[in-house]
């Protein structure tokens, strides 16, 4: 009996932080791990990751449709390559459209956007920099749940379809308010 009751008052509460949750603005942040593998030079792979972080506003349309817009800065992976060490920092604006799949207080989740982006490569001391601007398809899939009527939280995937590598990736941890 204490299961049923338990299951019943889950199932209320889950619908009423849905209802209020259909539409709207929210906010968030997020923290991932960034990986980058470039294609070949002179034999060796430029191949590293580093902590990156995003910041969100995002806009739900109906359950299971939105739109949103990060900031994204995917750190600064850098490794040794021919014996010289080099340093990539890339950061740059992603507008995304996303489709839900919502179930319950969990939704999954694909989202596709476009990111326009800054990177700098350095090399090894008195070596060559590079500094120039690009833009590339990124998507990704997850994994939200909705706790306490309006926090949010995610587990993601995304890909970034960057020219000249082979793989460059993240995996995010992020959390939403949702207005």
Not at 42 to 53: A, K, N, P, R, V
Not at 66 to 83: H, N, Q, R
């Amino acid at each position: 009996m204490k299961r049923i009751l338990a299951t019943v008052l889950l199932t209320l509460a889950s619908a009423g932080a849905l209802a209020d949750n259909d539409s709207g603005l929210y906010l968030g942040i997020g923290a991932g791990q960034f990986n980058i593998e470039l294609d070949e030079v002179d034999g060796e792979t430029f191949d590293s990751d580093d902590t990156t972080y995003k910041l969100f506003a995002g806009y739900r349309i109906n359950r299971f449709f939105g739109v949103e817009f990060d900031y994204i800065d995917l750190g600064s992976p850098s490794d040794t390559v021919d014996g010289f060490n080099f340093e990539t920092k890339i950061k740059g604006f992603a507008p995304y459209a996303i489709g839900t799949l919502p179930l319950g207080p969990i939704e999954l989740f694909a989202r596709v956007g476009y990111y326009f982006y800054d990177f700098e490569v350095d090399g090894p001391a008195g070596g060559a920099t590079l500094d120039d601007s690009d833009e590339d398809l990124v998507y990704g899939v997850g994994v939200g749940l909705t706790i306490f009527d309006h926090l949010h939280a995610r587990l993601e995937y995304e890909e970034f379809d960057v020219t000249d590598t082979q793989s460059a990736n993240a995996i995010w941890l992020s959390g939403a308010w949702r207005f």
